[in-house]
């Protein structure tokens, strides 16, 4: 058959046909045609990446659904494989989001090694399914290995205790999870499970229900603390363990967006009168979504162990920090965690999406362990056994790979460059009149807001209430710049709300960056800064009219 016979023939969905997908390449042709696309799509989608920035090619979003609306599965096939792929490289990417230029600053999605997308494609490749040890194999106990590594780094224990449990196939040092939002949820299920534990005339809140769980227990009601600047998944993880999200309490923090100690022991003294309500855990955060703020863990774990409550750390951003020599401590107290969350798939660069969680006390997940008779046997590395996944992917061998290709000193200068640019953006901001920074970074994470100078002197000589329209005003100006330098698609900062430092009581809009980028250095971050001055100054003067 010639090309062109083949070309016109029509597609079919054959069993012939079928069969062959099925199939590694029948011959060398077969083969080269396969490579081709491979290098399609290593290559032209990687040039893509290089040579676009910020939010790719303005187009409608309305107008882009309509291309989408069509709700039938074709009976017949309607491409080949080719056809797919250049759509998927030349119409469906250029609409996507570039989120590895280094003028993507505004999220915690960024840039990943190259070799990620091998790896990745290995691991998909090999098909493995973790969920028990007949599907995966040698990939179960990589696993065991790597959580063991990731535990090490936060907990520090001894030889020993890693030779005891690496392997051990009746305890678990942690577990891969979808993301950080499961192994938060990870976390509470086991906290709540241990609280609600089996005793005389009761077997358990897993077994029996909360209902059961709070009658055994004389209690109403049940809570989780956190502060104010939690990620919302705990809100999620409360109400699917049926706590009810209006039972996360959302402590006050301090002038640095840490929880309040004080107000942490007056929310445990207060529940105490209460009486009838438990507390599931506490939670520290270790590099908060918003602002990468870390808790004061010393104190929270002090708090905790003095009045047995489960203490869990947060650190599915700040986590990675562990292993910079240079500022690894900023997450002391870390080690003192019942059990911590970790997202591997922000700084550990690895692809979409990989989280973890780990426990002190290698017994720990025993309180959410599963039996069935065809998989997950007592006794068996069925990684299944403690974990809310059923199937799932081999994805700590990427991780496993990417440690031994990076070190732990190739990991540290990616943190280290991450705190040392975002610091000296800081400086940057603070010497430009028309900024003003509002939470200067503890980790790599800052923000800011445009405060044009003039506006900075009215508000000096302003009275409470015109500081206060003149602050409302300051947010919608602020609201309105990131957006129009979003559509703009040149770079991308993003923006929250906040308490306003300046001006106690007061909400502030504030512009988030994250660098996380090794290619985001201070002549881009100059070159975002003069975008924002030049926006603003389109602006400006239907800003001092409005006054
Ligand atoms: C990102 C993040 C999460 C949620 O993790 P996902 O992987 O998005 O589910 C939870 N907590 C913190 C502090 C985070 O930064």
Known sequence: MTDKEREERALVADWQALVR???RPENEAAKATLLKYMNQILFELYDFLQKNVGITEEKDLKAMSRGYEDTGIGKLPEVKLTDVINELIHEIAPHAVNVSSPYFIGHMTSAIPFF???LKTIVTALNQNVVKLETSKVCSLIEKQVVAKIHRLVYKKDEAFYKDHVQNTVTSLGVFTEGGTTANLTAMWVARNTLFAPKEGFSGVEKEGLAEAYRAYDTDRSVILVSKRAHYSFRKTAGVLGLGNRHVIRLEVDENNRMSIPGLLDTIEQIRQEGRTKIIAVVGIAGTTETGNVDPLHEIAEICRREKIHF???AAWGGPTLVSDKYGHLLSGIELADSVTIDAHKQFYTPMSCGMVFFKDPKHLDAIQYHANYVNRRGSVDLGIKSLAGSREANSLVLYCALKIMGSEG????????????RSF????RKRDNFQLITPPELNILTYRICPKPVKELIERSTPAEKKRLNERLNELNKALQR?????????????????PYLPGEPVVVLRCVIMNPMTDMEILNDILDEQEEIYNDMFNSFVCLE
């Open 116 to 118: 990620m997308v091998h």
């Open 484 to 500: 129009r330098q979003r559509e703009a698609g040149h770079s991308f900062v993003s923006r929250t709300v906040l308490n306003n």
């Open 411 to 422: 990991y540290s200068l990616l943190i280290n460059h991450g705190i040392d640019t975002a």
């Open 426 to 429: 800081a400086d940057e901001l």
């Open 21 to 23: 997908i099925f199939m």
């Open 312 to 314: 869990h750390v947060d």
